[in-house]
């Protein structure tokens, strides 16, 4: 603060508040749709007053799915899809992203370098630019509805293996001397230091790398044909697919809600990390 | 930089890059090539013979009207999306730099829509414009404006922007708040000695000493609207009305998987690859010279 203008403040918390509003609306208009019955969420307008059907919604899209003609999984199951997806994209991409990093930094070998671009190059190669072959070699390789298909091919991270080696850089030399000297190998050396030593930047990463893997939309619409192996975000595409009329909107707003929670909440949750994690990724 | 302190073993580094290298092999590397090699060869249409065409495939398509227009679109869709979602976002990153109390409370309502998938973003926007039930569009019509999408592609276009802008403020508030942080206070306090208002320093300091985040932002927001949106507009408009809104990203999809023109997408897939790599070194040229001034 460098002086005192009560009317500025003012108009600061104001236009903030009205940021805050802009952003909140949509959610709290879906929150409001998710408590009404199909009839009250498809009334033109709806109204803006929560209804009293929460608990029968919700109880409702968690377990059987929605009604209606269109035939889909539990959103329960669906949710289960996402999460196992997102832990194992997370995990994986940390996992195999930090053996890399160790690797780059720790140990001279021929072909360093190489591996090195290689991996930088995949930061030019998001699966969008690649959706076609990369579809082809999933399935050649039997891996379409399954686990294995919706997260190995998404777990390459250039951006988390610059992290890792960039962190593992500044980590003192005397470390690794000490760790030498006293007849530790580098296997023990990465676990009983580096590792106790990167937690902060595993959470930070963590957080980031499990909203991509729970957000993740084109992958799985090309990957889960059967519908036991849809994530929510394909089930929320194709409750809609009806059109306006055959649409149960509070059933979709409930979905949404339910869909929108894990990430949510982790952001809201570990916001210290997920900070750090987004801004550190971005370097 | 490189490390003084190493540990020596003829097998172990190549086990431990082997797991990533292996994944960026597989599903990197060979769908590229495999996206180059079709780029060059038009298929038959039961998909038995191919024959070499070279350039064929790139010259059918910027001789193709729709081509173009995709591309058009796309260029207008990502300015929009990047001059909104950065403008809206430098706003409340400038105030909420400003205040002291309540400032993390602003900050986590304002950062969360980055957790909200793409699809749900686009899901909740349309409910809100429908023009038969929602909301939004109801209000509107009330001001006089009979909102329809599904007809109009003005609307269609905005709508998605919208929704794209919506999900992306929270990401550039964060850098900006960020950025806005690191600008030594000194600075800022000395123009004000000198008589500056709150208005002039903005445009004289803060803006100019925000540039590189700015820049980074710009970046981003332009890798984000080509590519990060499919989800949105599937969601959406499903690149409609007629194809409005149908940008390169979901022109590859839909030719490659729904029309089955391989040669074709492989070209579209050619050609965004492209795109990315002008970017990726746009983006990392910057970043070497990042840091003017912490």
């Known amino acids: 603060m460098i002086e005192r203008r009560p009317i500025l403040d003012l108009i600061s918390h104001l236009v903030l508040l009205l940021g805050v509003l802009v952003v909140a609306f949509p959610v709290y208009v879906a929150l409001v749709a998710s408590t009404q019955t199909a009839d009250q969420a498809a009334a033109a307008p709806m109204s803006l007053v929560p209804g009293d059907q929460f608990l029968v919604n919700y109880a409702e899209v968690i377990t059987k799915g929605t009604s209606g003609n269109i035939s889909m999984p539990p959103v329960g199951r669906m949710m289960w899809v996402s999460f196992v997806s997102a832990l194992l994209i997370a995990f994986g991409k940390i996992s195999i992203s930090m053996l890399s990093a160790f690797a780059f930094v720790y140990f001279r070998f021929p072909g360093r370098s190489l591996f090195f671009w290689m991996i930088f190059v995949t930061l030019m190669l998001p699966v969008e630019v690649r959706i076609t072959p990369t579809y082809q070699v999933v399935s050649d390789l039997r891996m379409l509805n399954s686990y294995a298909g919706l997260t190995i091919p998404l777990i390459a991270s250039a951006t988390a293996t610059f992290l890792f080696r960039q962190f593992f850089l500044i980590v003192p030399d005397e470390l690794a001397e000490a760790a030498r000297i006293d007849g530790a190998g580098p296997l023990r050396f990465f676990k009983d230091v580096l590792w106790p030593l990167s937690r902060t930047n595993v959470l930070a990463l963590f957080v980031i790398m499990f909203i991509y893997g729970w957000n993740q939309y084109l992958w799985p619409l090309l990957i889960a044909t059967e519908q036991n192996m849809y994530p929510v975000g394909i089930g929320i595409k194709t409750m809609i697919a009806g059109g306006d009329a055959a649409v149960e909107w509070n059933m979709v707003m409930a979905t949404l809600i339910l869909a929108m929670l894990p990430p949510g909440l982790i952001v809201v949750v570990m916001q210290r990390w997920f900070v750090k994690g987004l801004v550190d990724s971005e370097k | ?294």
């Open chain 2, 1 to 294: 930089m490189e490390k003084r302190a190493r540990f020596k073993s003829a097998w172990l580094p190549y086990a431990l890059v082997a797991p990533q290298i292996v994944v960026t092999l597989l599903f990197f590397f060979w769908p590229a090539a495999q996206a180059l090699y079709q780029s060059v060869l038009i298929q038959d249409a039961f998909g038995v013979s191919s024959q070499f065409v070279w350039f064929e495939n790139f010259q059918d398509l910027f001789n193709d009207e729709t081509y173009l227009e995709s591309f058009k679109t796309t260029a207008i869709f990502s300015i929009l999306v990047a001059f909104l979602g950065l403008s809206i976002s430098l706003i409340l990153a400038v105030f909420a730099d400003r205040i002291l109390r309540g400032a993390s409370i602003y900050k986590t309502f304002l950062i969360w829509p980055y957790a909200v998938s793409p699809v749900v973003v686009g899901v909740l926007w349309m409910f809100m414009m429908s023009p038969t039930l929602g909301v939004i569009a109801h209000a509107l019509r009330y001001f006089g404006i009979e909102w329809n999408h599904q007809l109009n592609g003005r609307h269609a276009l905005m709508l998605i922007v919208m929704a794209a802008v919506w999900k992306q403020i929270s990401y550039n508030f964060l850098f900006f708040l960020a950025g806005l942080q690191s600008i030594p206070k000194s600075l800022i306090e000395a123009a004000a000695i000198d008589g500056a208002g709150p208005v002039k320093r903005f445009f004289t300091i803060v803006f100019p000493l925000l540039s590189p985040t700015t820049f980074f932002l710009l970046v981003i927001n332009v890798v984000y609207a080509f590519f990060d949106t499919f989800a949105i507009i599937e969601a959406t408009t499903q690149g409609g009305p007629g194809k409005d809104t149908e940008i390169l990203v979901y022109k590859v999809f839909h030719d490659g998987f729904k029309g089955g023109d391989l040669g074709s997408a492989a070209a579209q897939s050619v050609i965004l690859m492209t795109i990315v790599i002008v970017l990726t070194v746009v983006q990392f040229k910057y970043v070497e010279k990042k840091v003017q001034y912490s």
